[in-house]
T-cell receptor
Framework: DTGVSQDPRHKITKRGQNVTFRCDPI?????LYWYRQTLGQGPEFLTY????????KSRLLSDRFSAERPKGSFSTLEIQRTEQGDSAMYLC??????????FGQGTRLTVV | GQQVMQIPQYQHVQEGEDFTTYCNSS?????IQWYKQRPGGHPVFLIQ?????EVKKQKRLTFQFGEAKKNSSLHITATQTTDVGTYFC???????????FGQGTTLQVKP
């Protein structure tokens, strides 16, 4: 499968715990995006990378969120001290510059 | 910061009726993309518009990019039940690679 893959697909965690999600983009894509989506809303931009450089991070994102893309390949998104408001679908997408974005299936996070 | 707004939020139509969703950006866009998300699925790319005033067609779908490159529309002729889903526009502004999505328009089609 040469599409975007995300792991895990589902995560249930207790409030206050840390969680980490992984995204493996399409290999030749230089840009990688993280979005958060809640029911009935559009994907909300979190951050994006060009190769290994994190070029922009949403101002709405608290310091509890951090993302990395070592060596410009896979990416991880970590949420520290999770809160119930963090419950959402976390989507990863990749693309070449100014072309279509390909989305993964997402990681559904539930904070209890 | 850049904002992308879509209207309407929901649209219920009878099968065979037409459907239109509108997208407006607070800033001039380099290009605009449209995606479709089926219930329980992830966004899937439909089309990209780049030029001012551009119109593109895909079978029953017609996409337009405004002259000022700040608005766009998607029109579906003679809707079918397979058109059900949420349609999102997403824009790039300036030289940034940041892709901002609208809130989407959810289309329900009654057979």
């Amino acid at each position: 499968d040469t599409g975007v893959s995300q792991d895990p697909r589902h995560k249930i965690t207790k409030r206050g715990q840390n969680v980490t999600f992984r995204c493996d983009p399409i290999s030749e894509h230089n840009r990688l995006y993280w979005y958060r989506q809640t029911l009935g809303q559009g994907p909300e931009f979190l951050t994006y990378f060009q190769n290994e450089a994190q070029l922009e991070k949403s101002r709405l994102l608290s310091d509890r969120f951090s993302a990395e893309r070592p060596k410009g390949s896979f990416s991880t998104l970590e949420i520290q001290r999770t809160e119930q408001g963090d419950s959402a679908m976390y989507l990863c997408a990749s693309r070449e510059t100014y072309t279509e974005a390909f989305f993964g299936q997402g990681t559904r996070l539930t904070v209890v | 910061g850049q904002q992308v707004m879509q209207i309407p939020q929901y649209q219920h139509v009878q099968e065979g009726e037409d459907f239109t969703t509108y997208c407006n950006s607070s800033t001039t866009l380099s290009n605009i993309q449209w995606y479709k998300q089926r219930p329980g699925g992830h966004p899937v790319f439909l089309i990209q518009l780049v030029k001012s005033g551009e119109v593109k067609k895909q079978k029953r779908l017609t996409f337009q990019f405004g002259e000022a490159k700040k608005n766009s529309s998607l029109h579906i002729t003679a809707t079918q039940t397979t058109d059900v889903g949420t349609y999102f526009c997403a824009g790039n502004s300036g030289n940034t690679g940041k892709l901002i999505f609208g809130q989407g328009t959810t289309l329900q089609v009654k057979p």
